[in-house]
């Protein structure tokens, strides 16, 4: 995917969201945010959206020694739908007036203003998913847009350490851990390496043929279940390889 369709999809994906929670309880819990509501979780896209927003006006070079930003919040939890729909027509706007090529501090690999427009799709698309399931619903993730979210997610989490600390201790002596999808053509296979001094995602071609340990599922299960929305030991998955490498993974991967 281009920057051009990351904006479009996090226009989508915002109106999604929308769709979902403008007619629910608001106090619904999230059970794949622990101690959140929906209005929490509305309020945390909301919030992501204008930070990144103003992150983007502002064209930032170094990282910012604050976060600190004017969310303009409803002055009742009712009104939560309408402000995140004004924080998605403002970020469009910025998006628009944006060079999206230019050079910009970015926590991740790709240190251009287009990063954050790939990162706010995937916070709002998961956030969408999470209202689904917490509602009873299955989230749909369209195939393209999985595999661009599994590609940016393990692009990034190696940088991911100031937020997400328990990634400093994905180490091992050379051994790999695959994620291919099952569904679709083209694309779809991931091999990470963890060392001794790190992890890091293998070029593609350059990987082992067999991996040390191996998940094998959709786009769209595989793109939640990193994302710790889904169980990996449900029959959504086949896991073949090391367990313990697995368990390794995911129990220091949360993002």
Do not use: K
Not at 100 to 115: I, K, N, S, T, Y
Request: net charge negative.
């Amino acid at each position: 995917m281009n920057p051009a369709q990351h904006r479009a999809a996090v226009a989508a994906e915002t109106a999604g969201f929308l769709a979902v929670v403008t007619a629910a309880d608001l106090s619904t819990p999230v059970p794949t945010c622990p101690g959140w509501t929906l209005g929490d979780l509305t309020q945390h896209v909301g919030s992501v959206h204008r930070w990144f927003t103003e992150l983007l006006r502002r064209g930032i070079q170094q990282p910012p020694t604050s976060r600190e930003v004017d969310l303009r919040l409803p002055a009742h939890p009712d009104g939560l739908p309408d402000w995140l729909a004004a924080s998605a027509t403002e970020a469009a706007a910025v998006f628009a007036a944006t060079d999206l090529e230019a050079p910009m501090w970015a926590w991740g690999v790709d240190q251009h203003a287009r990063f954050w427009v790939r990162r706010m799709l995937f916070e709002t698309l998961v956030h969408r998913a999470d209202a689904q399931l917490a509602l009873g619903s299955t989230p749909h993730i369209d195939r393209v847009l999985a595999v661009d979210g599994i590609d940016e997610f393990l692009t990034n989490l190696p940088f991911a350490s100031s937020f997400a600390p328990l990634t400093a201790q994905l180490r091992a002596a050379d051994r790999t851990v695959r994620f291919s999808c099952t569904d679709g053509n083209g694309g779809g296979d991931w091999v990470v390496r963890l060392r001794p001094d790190g992890f890091g995602l293998v070029a593609d071609g350059a990987g082992p043929r067999v991996a040390d340990a191996t998940v094998r599922g959709t786009a769209a299960d595989l793109l939640l279940l990193l994302y710790g929305r889904l169980d990996r030991r449900s029959d959504a998955f086949d896991l073949l390889g090391d367990p313990d490498l697995l368990d390794h993974w995911f129990d220091h991967s949360a993002f």
